[in-house]
Nanobody
Framework: ELVESGGGLVQAGGSLRLSCVASGRTFWTYDMGWFRQAPGKEREFVSGITWDGGRTAYADSVKGRFTISRDNAKNTVYLQMNSLKPEDTAAYYC??????????????????WGQGTQVTVSS
């Protein structure tokens, strides 16, 4: 099970940190991803991190503003979001897939999903 938290309402230019806590003892074997979905739009990749934290990837739209990290001892993956923009408004989901050769950006390649946390950025 994956449980996200940390969403909320913030003004443009502000920051939020999302957390996703995983249950179970095998968190360290999973690559993790953050996705988002705005009303009327498809779910899109935001960021991903490999099982050991050695590699990360970002969508062009968030590069330089968002940072993904993980703490395997705490079964938690984070998404630090800075310089937020109104277009970042969406429901944010964390997802897990068994570790592979590289970070995957397609949402249908992920096996487990959280329930989502809403991020709203006002202008």
């Amino acid at each position: 099970e994956l449980v996200e938290s940390g969403g909320g309402l913030v003004q443009a230019g502000g920051s939020l940190r999302l957390s996703c806590v995983a249950s179970g003892r095998t968190f360290w074997t999973y690559d993790m991803g953050w996705f988002r979905q705005a009303p009327g739009k498809e779910r899109e990749f935001v960021s991903g991190i490999t099982w050991d934290g050695g590699r990360t990837a970002y969508a062009d739209s968030v590069k330089g503003r968002f940072t993904i990290s993980r703490d395997n001892a705490k079964n938690t993956v984070y998404l630090q979001m800075n310089s937020l923009k109104p277009e970042d408004t969406a429901a944010y989901y964390c997802a897990a897939r068994f570790r592979g050769n590289d970070i995957v950006t397609e949402y249908n390649e992920y096996d487990y999903w959280g329930q989502g946390t809403q991020v709203t950025v006002s202008s």
